[in-house]
Antibody, heavy 126, light 108 residues
């Protein structure tokens, strides 16, 4: 059974870079699927940040694209998030999540977030 | 970018009754929609994908329907453990994913 675990600082100063790493166990990133970051501000809804494939192909939320980099280290079976120039609005629980593809037919493929890390609360404050 | 609007924001239903939650897309997304349940202090759990296919281990009282722009999640007979926040999520363009704002399902 796949398990994901986020790690990184819980407190980041405004204008600095938020960095998190997700360690994956029970499944090899190189075997396939996309791997994503999702965040949830306290008391609010879910926001997709971006996704990465083991080859390094990345896709980002347009609202965050100028500040986000997601990278993968398949040899360590982990991937990382960097969010630059953070403000208080970036305070949130950050989840690493597997984006599973379910192939019904070649033309009918479904993508869903089926495995979630426990989440890492990151507070932006001086 | 596709916008998902869920309604209502909060729904109060008695245990044993049926709950119907809605999700409307700003443009057609075929059946490329998933539903998630999130209980307080927990991570979201996948319930439905493909608009109507239950994920592994999800009870039959959860059902999804719809296509195009209108979607519904129905919980046929509410159990105490079903009171939570529910999110819809579209993946019509899987490289740009959006969530609805959520519906809170409360005990009446």
């Amino acid at each position: 059974q796949v398990q994901l675990q986020e790690s990184g600082p819980g407190l980041v100063k405004p204008s600095e870079t938020l960095s998190l790493t997700c360690r994956v166990s029970g499944y090899s990133i190189s075997s396939g699927y996309y791997w994503a970051w999702i965040r949830q501000p306290p008391g609010k809804g879910l926001e997709w940040i971006g996704s990465i494939y083991h080859s390094g192909s990345t896709y980002y939320n347009p609202s965050l694209k100028s500040r986000v980099t997601i990278s993968v280290d398949a040899s360590k079976n982990q991937y990382s998030l960097n969010l630059r120039s953070v403000t208080a609005a970036d305070t949130a629980v950050y989840y690493c999540v597997r984006l599973r593809s379910v192939v019904v037919t070649v033309e009918d493929i479904h993508y869903c977030f089926d495995s979630w890390g426990q989440g890492s609360l990151v507070t932006v404050s001086s | 970018e596709i916008v998902l609007t869920q309604s209502p924001d909060t729904l109060s239903v008695s245990p044993g009754e049926r709950a119907t939650l809605s999700c409307r897309a700003s443009e057609s997304i075929s059946s490329n929609l998933a539903w998630y349940q999130q209980k307080p202090g927990q991570t979201p759990r996948l319930l439905i994908y493909g608009a109507s296919t239950r994920a592994t281990g999800i009870p039959a009282r959860f059902s999804g329907s719809g296509s195009g722009t209108e979607f519904t999640l129905t919980i046929s007979s509410l159990q105490s453990e079903d009171f939570a926040v529910y999110y819809c999520q579209e993946y019509n363009n899987w490289s740009l994913i959006t969530f609805g704002q959520g519906t809170r399902l409360d005990i009446k």
